[in-house]
């Protein structure tokens, strides 16, 4: 059964930051690119970031540009969610997935495209 686990959440204050981690298992990690949404208490989930097969391209939500970083690890089949100065509308439930289909940064953040999602992890932004 194809498994991907958060890691890293919490509380932080606002202007803090905090690394995410999505372990994918069971599956060959190469072959999916890898994205990760967010959902705030009574929204619909959006899009944050995404990364290719080969970490060589991106994609942000215009919201996250220039505080969030997304990375992958082929090694430790592992992507990474690096927030930095967070702010308080960035409280959410983070979710990552993974999309075997072909990469197109544009359409990356069509939460439909993705065929496995994790469990989610809660990232509290507060004073």
């Known amino acids: 059964q194809v498994r991907l686990a958060e890691s890293g959440g919490g509380l932080v204050q606002p202007g803090g930051s905090l690394r995410l981690s999505c372990a994918l298992s069971?599956?060959?990690?190469?072959?999916?690119?890898m994205g990760w949404f967010r959902q705030a208490p009574g929204k619909d989930r959006k899009f944050v970031a995404a990364?290719?097969?080969?970490?060589?391209?991106?994609n942000f939500a215009d919201s996250v540009k220039g505080r969030f970083t997304v990375s992958r690890d082929s090694a430790k089949n592992t992507v990474y969610l690096q927030m930095n100065s967070l702010k308080p509308e960035d409280t959410a439930v983070y979710y990552c997935?993974?999309?075997?289909?072909?990469?197109?940064?544009?359409?990356?953040?069509?939460?439909?495209?993705?065929?496995?999602w994790g469990q989610g992890t809660q990232i509290t932004v507060s004073a």
């Open positions: 069971r599956l060959p990690f190469s072959i999916y690119f």
């Open positions: 990364v290719s097969r080969s970490g060589g391209s991106t």
């Open positions: 997935a993974a999309d075997r289909t072909y990469w197109d940064p544009s359409k990356s953040a069509d939460p439909n495209r993705y065929d496995y």
